[in-house]
T-cell receptor, first 111, second 114 residues
Framework: KQEVTQIPAALSVPEGENLVLNCSFT??????LQWFRQDPGKGLTSLLL?????REQTSGRLNASLDKSSGRSTLYIAASQPGDSATYLC??????????FGKGITLSVRP | GAVVSQHPSRVICKSGTSVKIECRSL??????MFWYRQFPKQSLMLMAT?????????EQGVEKDKFLINHASLTLSTLTVTSAHPEDSSFYIC??????????FGSGTRLTVV
């Protein structure tokens, strides 16, 4: 059974800092890995999707990597801004097409 | 991009009543939709997989008679919480598969049962 772990649960950084959010998964047989952003009381916004054959994806200040052999994915945020404050969730899609989520990392970017 | 519209965003109901939550795919057809439940500071837990024109598949521990799912068209799936109780209070989110391009999610429904 796939398990997805995100540590730490919360992170606070000053504005402008580059940061890395970590995600680990136990089953390397994932179809793809997706990073989401969730604002308080809101749904999920997809940030980046990495297919199993890919190593990384980039969108603006965001870069996500995937290393299936080590069971890890990272989300890199460059030049963080207060507007980046949110909870970031990673989720892996298994062969059964179901998403398994981590508990998320709540990021606070201080002005 | 592909958008899933979820309504209502918030609902308060009395204990014992039923509540229906709708999810519509606005610019694409969603053969498969998923319903999740999220407790405070917890991850999303899959409740059931909704397939257009057939019965939903429920995850272990989810009462199918309690959480009725209907997916009668390629653009609409509904979740009805029947005979709601305070312990059903939670955040419910639907999603649709955009295979092979991942998933898109609705904006969620905050259900409070009083």
């Amino acid at each position: 059974k796939q398990e997805v772990t995100q540590i730490p649960a919360a992170l606070s950084v000053p504005e402008g800092e580059n940061l890395v959010l970590n995600c680990s998964f136990t089953d390397s047989a994932i179809y793809n890995l997706q990073w989401f952003r969730q604002d308080p009381g809101k749904g999920l916004t997809s940030l980046l999707l990495i297919q199993s054959s890919q190593r990384e994806q980039t969108s603006g200040r965001l870069n996500a990597s995937l290393d299936k052999s080590s069971g890890r994915s990272t989300l890199y945020i460059a030049a963080s801004q207060p507007g980046d404050s949110a909870t970031y969730l990673c989720a892996g899609t298994g062969a059964n097409s179901k998403l398994t989520f981590g508990k998320g990392i709540t990021l606070s970017v201080r002005p | 991009g592909a958008v899933v519209s979820q309504h209502p965003s918030r609902v308060i109901c009395k204990s014992g009543t039923s509540v229906k939550i709708e999810c519509r795919s606005l610019d694409f057809q969603a053969t498969t939709m998923f319903w999740y439940r999220q407790f405070p500071k917890q991850s999303l837990m899959l409740m059931a997989t909704s397939n257009e024109g057939s019965k939903a598949t429920y995850e272990q521990g989810v009462e199918k008679d309690k959480f009725l799912i209907n997916h009668a068209s390629l653009t609409l799936s509904t979740l009805t919480v029947t005979s709601a109780h305070p312990e059903d209070s939670s955040f419910y989110i639907c999603s649709a598969s955009l295979h092979p391009d991942g998933y898109t999610f609705g904006s969620g429904t905050r259900l409070t049962v009083v």
